[in-house]
């Protein structure tokens, strides 16, 4: 019987692997590897405890599947709407819009969700990613590999 803690460690590990962003069958996948007799359910109950606890966030923006960051502070994403990756924006979240929509409105906002979408590097026209001056891959960090 492998103990709880273990488990939750074992996910978290896996996620904090990868710049992927994945979804929770490709966790499950690489879990399994460690933990063979772990449950799909397990790994759908310990990715929400530990988004509960805000060691992971769930980007839940998607029109398909959930996907799990390990990176838990606020931040921006970058979706190709090619390839589906997605990538971290290097973009502060901008913190005043939730406190100007709070007085427009009146309600109590916690925070906000914004996805850009576009073009990856290697999903645009050959050589439509060349000489620009201020290159996005200056200031966007790129997924280390995991999923594809
Ligand atoms: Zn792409
Ligand atoms: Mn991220």
Known sequence: ???KTKQRDVILRVLLGTASHPTADWIYEQVRKEL???SLGTV?????????EGKILELDLADSLS??????????????ERCGHIFDVDEPA????????????????????????????????????EGIANSPRNTMQVGSGGQS
């Open 1 to 3: 019987m492998v103990r």
């Open 36 to 38: 063979p007799h772990i």
């Open 44 to 52: 759908y109950r310990n990715l929400n405890l530990l988004k509960l």
């Open 67 to 80: 996907r799990f960051d390990g990176y838990a502070r606020e931040h921006y994403h970058f979706r190709c």
């Open 94 to 129: 901008d913190e005043e819009i939730d406190k100007r929509v709070a007085r427009s409105t009146g309600f109590t906002v916690s925070c906000h969700r914004l996805e850009f979408r576009g073009l990856c590097w290697d999903c645009q026209p050959q050589g439509t990613a």
